[in-house]
């Protein structure tokens, strides 16, 4: 069973940056396609990256898509997650997602293992 947890998330004003990591554990990273969601306050889960098991691939929501950066590092055990330009409506939860595949998929259901979240909170 793969564990995920998150870390990273904190208070940060808009216009700001926060790097998110999602430390993975009990199975190869390799193994996994990766990605990262995120749920606002009274909001559903939402699809922010995500990034094949080579690292070649990535996917972003239109909204992020000029903002934020996913990668990983795959001898490390690790994924990140750049966000750049930050802005008030990107105050949410944000959660790491392991999926098996090769790709780099973009919905949640394809992923089967989630970490605990991790608050991110931008002031105006």
């Known amino acids: 069973q793969v564990q995920l947890v998150e870390f990273g998330g904190g208070l940060v004003q808009a216009g700001g940056s926060l790097r998110l990591s999602c430390a993975v554990s009990?199975?190869?990273?390799?193994?996994?396609?990766m990605a990262w969601f995120r749920q606002a306050p009274g909001k559903a889960r939402e699809f922010v990256a995500s990034?094949?098991?080579?690292?070649?691939?990535?996917k972003y929501a239109d909204s992020m898509k000029a903002r934020f950066t996913i990668s990983r590092d795959n001898a490390k055990n690790t994924v990140f997650l750049q966000m750049n330009s930050l802005k008030p409506e990107d105050t949410a939860v944000y959660f790491c997602?392991?999926?098996?595949?090769?790709?780099?998929?973009?919905?949640?259901?394809?992923?089967?293992?989630w970490g605990q979240g991790t608050q991110v909170t931008v002031s105006s």
């Open positions: 997602a392991a999926g098996i595949g090769p790709y780099s998929y973009t919905n949640s259901y394809d992923y089967g293992n």
């Open positions: 009990g199975r190869t990273l390799y193994t996994y396609a």
């Open positions: 990034v094949s098991r080579t690292g070649i691939n990535t």
